[in-house]
């Protein structure tokens, strides 16, 4: 284990915002973070686990110790004809687990294709796209406790997974470090999800009548390619604000006002209002202001033109939200992870 001192993150972000981190130490096993634990350094430093930094923004330097999870691994654990339990090291990438998975033929996260990032921070906003959530999937998760130093497994349950939330936002946050994740998956009878337009109109486009998991990844691929941003070439973290969730009453106020709304039946008789739809109604689809702006393509991804810092998108997320706020009376709640 080598802790390195004043390491630039700038290349650890895909916003790709140049900040330093005082301490850097990359965990490989968890034995190395427990060995961590006990040094005096890391009683005094505020800590940062740092994933694939695909759902980050970094407005400063980071005065503190950043743990970058990179333990790999894949094993199954069980299996039996129809299903596979696979125990997924926390540093694995998760499109690339997703990858291994459709070559396998195993069902389950082929909608959660291309999502950037690493396996270890799935759970932390339960990551969801085009109808599937990891939660449909996750069947428990083992790490560290940092503050009393012990392995802790939590059944999913245990996880409280929401929409975009999980125990890892609130109870847990920063103070509990995964260091795996098990996924229960199909090897038949896979239950495959094409509702969302998108999908649906890929897939009839390419004639293909009954899809299997393979093509629905494929669909999700070439949806994602020609509609995001890749942070490669433009830096983002994909959605920066949740879609909001009203009341019926709300609702009906909104729609009276708004007849194009889209929106969506959610839990507990709330419903989905799709935030991008409001922000692009706010005139800031495309917008650009120096070097930040929201995306052409899609109005919830903010993106780094060049040399914007951190503070720079800070400021434009909450001009969005000024804005949203005044002409709809809903305030949107950032999903991307602000240090
Ligand atoms: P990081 O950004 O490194 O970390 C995110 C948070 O998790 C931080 O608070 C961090 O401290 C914590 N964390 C990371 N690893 C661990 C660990 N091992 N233990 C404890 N805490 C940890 N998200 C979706 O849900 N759906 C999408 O469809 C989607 N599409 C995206 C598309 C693009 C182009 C981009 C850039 C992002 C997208 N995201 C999406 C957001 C992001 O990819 C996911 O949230 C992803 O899970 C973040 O993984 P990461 O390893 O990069 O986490
Ligand atoms: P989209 O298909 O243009 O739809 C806009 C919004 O409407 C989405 O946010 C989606 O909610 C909702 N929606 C659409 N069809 C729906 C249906 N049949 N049932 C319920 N809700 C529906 O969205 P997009 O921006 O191109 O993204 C496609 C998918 O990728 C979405 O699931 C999105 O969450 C995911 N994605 C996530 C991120 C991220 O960083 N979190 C980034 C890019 C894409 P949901 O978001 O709840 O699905």
Redesign the pocket.
Same mark, same amino acid.
């Given at each position: 284990m080598h802790i390195e001192e004043n390491v630039s993150l700038a290349s650890l972000n /895909?916003f790709g915002i140049e900040v330093k981190a005082k301490y850097f130490v990359s965990i490989y096993n968890e034995s190395d973070l427990l060995e961590l634990l006990k040094l005096p350094l890391w009683k005094s430093q505020p800590v940062? +686990?740092? =994933? =694939?930094?695909?759902?980050?923004l970094f407005t400063r330097d980071f005065d503190g110790i950043v743990v970058q999870?990179c333990i790999k691994g894949l094993e199954i654990q069980e299996e039996n004809e129809s299903e596979v339990w696979l125990r997924v090291g926390?540093g694995e990438s998760?499109h690339g687990l997703v990858m291994h998975c459709v070559d396998k033929g195993w069902g389950g996260i082929e909608n959660?294709s291309l999502?950037?990032? /690493?396996a270890? !921070? !799935?759970p +932390?906003?339960n +990551?969801? !796209?085009y109808g599937v959530e990891l939660k449909d999937v996750l069947e428990s998760v083992d =790490?560290v406790h940092l503050e009393q130093g012990t392995h802790l497994h939590l059944s999913a349950e245990e996880c409280q997974f929401g929409y975009?939330e999980s125990i890892?936002k609130h109870q847990l946050q920063k103070i509990?470090? +995964?260091?795996s994740i098990t996924l229960r998956l199909t090897k038949r009878n896979h239950i495959l999800h094409t509702e969302y337009g998108a999908i649906h109109d890929v897939l009839e486009r390419r004639n293909i009548r009954t899809p299997g998991i393979r093509d629905v990844s494929d669909a999700v691929i070439s949806i994602r390619r020609s509609k995001?941003?890749d942070?490669a070439e433009l830096g $983002?973290? =994909?959605?920066f604000f949740k879609n909001p969730t009203v009341s019926d009453v709300v609702l009906e106020r909104l729609k009276r006002a708004h007849p194009a709304i889209p929106y969506y039946p959610f839990d507990n008789q709330q419903f989905k209002i799709a935030a991008g739809w409001l922000i692009e109604q706010c005139g800031w689809k495309g917008k650009r202001i120096g070097s930040v702006g929201v995306h052409v393509n899609q109005s919830l991804v903010l993106v780094n033109y060049g040399r914007a810092n951190g503070k720079e998108i800070l400021q434009l997320a909450n001009s969005i939200q000024r804005d949203v706020e005044q002409r709809f009376g809903i305030t949107l709640k950032m999903e991307v $992870?602000i240090f």
């Open positions: /895909t940062l +686990i740092l =994933g =694939g930094g695909s759902n980050i999870s926390a998760w959660l999502i950037p990032g /690493t270890g !921070a !799935a +932390i906003q +990551i969801g !796209a =790490g975009r890892f509990f470090f +995964i260091s995001l941003p942070p $983002n973290a =994909g959605s $992870n």
